[in-house]
């Protein structure tokens, strides 16, 4: 029950990166707003940061104040077609290697984790141990629920049940590729991405410049701050694992932080 429970949590994090990670293409050079976008414009139009930039340039912007970050919040929710459901997620990480947040899966419930230091910290809870378990025992799932579900517990960050994990609260690693946004496509298609401007849009009240990259059959919609520096303030996904992320708390604290009160250490249990 334990690695299973372990094993899920590695698949949402895992399909997170691939969303995050993705590599955005070649730019067309096309500044025309696309009047069909599906974002909302902006009533009103302050001097454009972006003015004579090419969509690519934005996109290069974008990424690189984004990677350039030392810690960020990421928000939203994944379509995962292998288990026909939707991931959800609400972490903040950083370049420390450390992370605290939730993971989830759609009504399946969800898991809550925290690293920090060389200690990962997970809680999950009734419902997202009894969908991992089925197929077991009942005896042997009614006995993990009463000793896992809304307990904290612990593990060590270097151990093997941990440390594909604890590879996801490092924000190097979740935004790796994210910076290539000029180098080429990653959907493996023959033909050159491309991306256009498509206007503005407010993201959480947040002015932002709207970027639509098209990667072969995927397509990708960027919102990138037009106030302050150009962060990815969003990211929407058609692609085959659909989705939508969006990015705040840049360079603020992560708050990992050692839960309070009774923690089961997993480790001592041997598995």
């Known amino acids: 029950m334990r690695r299973t429970a372990?094993?899920?949590?590695?698949l949402l994090a895992a399909a997170t990166t691939g969303l995050v990670g993705c590599q955005s293409g070649k730019d067309t050079a096309d500044d025309t707003a696309d009047g069909k976008a599906s974002a909302t414009?902006?009533?009103?139009?302050?001097?454009?940061?972006?003015?004579?930039?090419?969509?690519?340039?934005?996109?290069?912007?974008?990424?690189?104040?984004?990677?350039?970050?030392?810690?960020?919040?990421?928000?939203?929710?994944?379509?995962?077609?292998?288990?026909?459901?939707?991931?959800?997620?609400d972490m903040a990480?950083?370049?420390?290697?450390?992370?605290?947040?939730t993971l989830g899966m759609g009504a399946q419930g969800k898991a809550d984790l925290i690293k920090t230091g060389d200690t990962v910290y997970m809680k999950y809870d009734e419902a997202f141990l009894r969908e991992q378990s089925k197929g077991e025992a009942k005896a042997d799932v009614d006995a993990a629920v009463d000793?896992?579900?809304?307990?904290?517990?612990?593990?060590?960050?270097?151990?093997?049940?941990?440390?594909?994990?604890?590879?996801?609260?490092?924000?190097?690693?979740?935004?790796?590729?994210?910076?290539?946004?000029?180098?080429?496509?990653?959907?493996?298609?023959?033909e050159d991405p491309t991306a256009t401007?498509?206007?503005?849009?407010?993201?959480?009240?947040?002015?932002?410049?709207?970027?639509?990259?098209?990667?072969?059959?995927?397509?990708?919609t960027l919102y990138v701050?037009?106030?302050?520096?150009?962060?990815?303030?969003?990211?929407?996904?058609?692609?085959?694992?659909p989705g939508s992320?969006?990015?705040g708390d840049f360079d603020e604290p992560v708050p990992a932080q050692k839960p309070a009160g009774k923690i089961l250490d997993l480790d001592a249990l041997g598995g």
């Open 6 to 10: 372990l094993a899920a949590v590695c």
């Open 41 to 89: 414009a902006a009533a009103s139009k302050p001097k454009d940061p972006f003015a004579g930039l090419s969509a690519d340039e934005i996109g290069d912007r974008a990424m690189k104040a984004t990677t350039e970050a030392s810690s960020l919040r990421m928000k939203g929710t994944i379509q995962d077609d292998a288990s026909d459901g939707t991931i959800r997620i």
């Open 93 to 101: 990480l950083d370049k420390k290697n450390e992370c605290a947040g």
């Open 147 to 190: 000793m896992l579900a809304g307990k904290w517990t612990k593990m060590s960050a270097k151990g093997s049940d941990a440390k594909d994990i604890a590879s996801f609260c490092d924000l190097d690693t979740v935004l790796g590729g994210a910076e290539d946004v000029g180098s080429g496509g990653s959907s493996g298609s023959a």
């Open 197 to 220: 401007r498509a206007g503005t849009a407010k993201v959480d009240g947040r002015e932002a410049a709207v970027l639509k990259v098209k990667d072969g059959k995927e397509r990708y």
């Open 225 to 241: 701050a037009t106030e302050g520096k150009p962060y990815l303030l969003r990211l929407d996904s058609t692609a085959k694992d």
């Open 245 to 247: 992320i969006t990015f």
